[in-house]
Nanobody, 124 residues
């Protein structure tokens, strides 16, 4: 079992920045890709970003490309999401997830574990 705990959410004004963190614990000995998803009220959960085990491959949803940056520190079993130039439409609960590959994460069907989520609210 792997436990994922997100942190760093909060309330920020439009144009501001936040950095989310997701710490993994438990059986983290195997290599795994990680990703971020978000779910706004009344909407389906959507893909935001994914990163490979070594960090060399990253993928982003078009809606966040150029504003969000995903990174990871394997020594700390932690993945980060730096969110800049935030917009009100970025308001959502943000979830991190793990999978065997970035493709598995992006396709959602290959996700092994989910975090509990952290709320991000962007005011206009």
């Amino acid at each position: 079992q792997v436990q994922l705990v997100e942190s760093g959410g909060g309330l920020v004004q439009a144009g501001g920045s936040l950095r989310l963190s997701c710490a993994a614990s438990g059986r983290t000995s195997s290599r795994y890709a990680m990703g971020w998803f978000r779910q706004a009220p009344g909407k389906e959960r959507e893909f935001v970003a994914a990163i490979s085990w070594g960090g060399s491959a990253t993928y982003y949803a078009d809606s966040v490309k150029g504003r969000f940056t995903i990174s990871r520190d394997n020594a700390k079993n932690t993945v980060y999401l730096q969110m800049d130039s935030l917009k009100p439409e970025d308001t959502a609960v943000y979830y991190c997830a793990t999978g065997q590959s970035t493709v598995a994460v992006m396709q959602r069907g290959g996700i092994d574990y989910w975090g509990q989520g952290t709320q991000v609210t962007v005011s206009s």
